[in-house]
């Protein structure tokens, strides 16, 4: 079982149905990242070079043909991050930065070889979203990236150049000590093992065949 199969209790995570204020019991505070404000942007992008690193297996034979890439994490790294508010908007600013996505890239060599490696592609984000005001906890831009790739060109060595789509979800968030209601711990119920049943159709037959 898990909390949504076959699992029927009152304490595990579910849709509310009737009154939500029923089985309240506490206001408890928890530590969480309180994303203040968010948005996101997808394109395609052209041009975009990956400098390969950390080839596996090292010392491939060039050239190199390309496989595909996609990142290799979602936590995009900023940099050069600016934030300037907005004089005529009250706790909105315009958030500038560089978002950088780890990139695994697959290709073949000249020797027939499967290798991989990393990059990095970077893209620049210029955006207005709600910072809020300064206070003793400093607020933080987060980046959640997604990049996919499956034209590439070999361009030096080393080098490719590719058209991606590419996900980029930037945020403001601080850590919070949030107050919220709460109906108490999780029930945590035992795990369903799996167990591949090899012999189910072949004892569901009949013993002998029909009209004997």
Known sequence: MSFFSNFNSDRCPCRITGNPLNGLEEKVCIEVNKVFDSCMKQSQEDGVVLTLTDNTPASPTYPLTFISAKSSTTTGVLQSVQVDRLADRPNFARVQATVCVPVEVLYVDAAGVEGKASASACFTQDVILFVPQP???????????????????????????????????????????????????????????YSQEVCAGFFELPLFPGNG
Do not use: D, H, W
Not at 147 to 160: Q, V, W
């Open 135 to 193: 206070s003793v906890i400093p607020y933080n831009a987060e980046a959640v990236v997604s990049l996919i790739a499956t034209e590439g060109t070999y361009t030096a060595e080393n080098t490719f150049t590719v058209t991606c789509c590419v996900t980029i979800i930037l945020k403001i968030v601080m850590p919070v000590e949030l107050l919220i209601p709460a109906y108490g711990y999780c029930n945590i119920p035992p795990c369903q093992e």
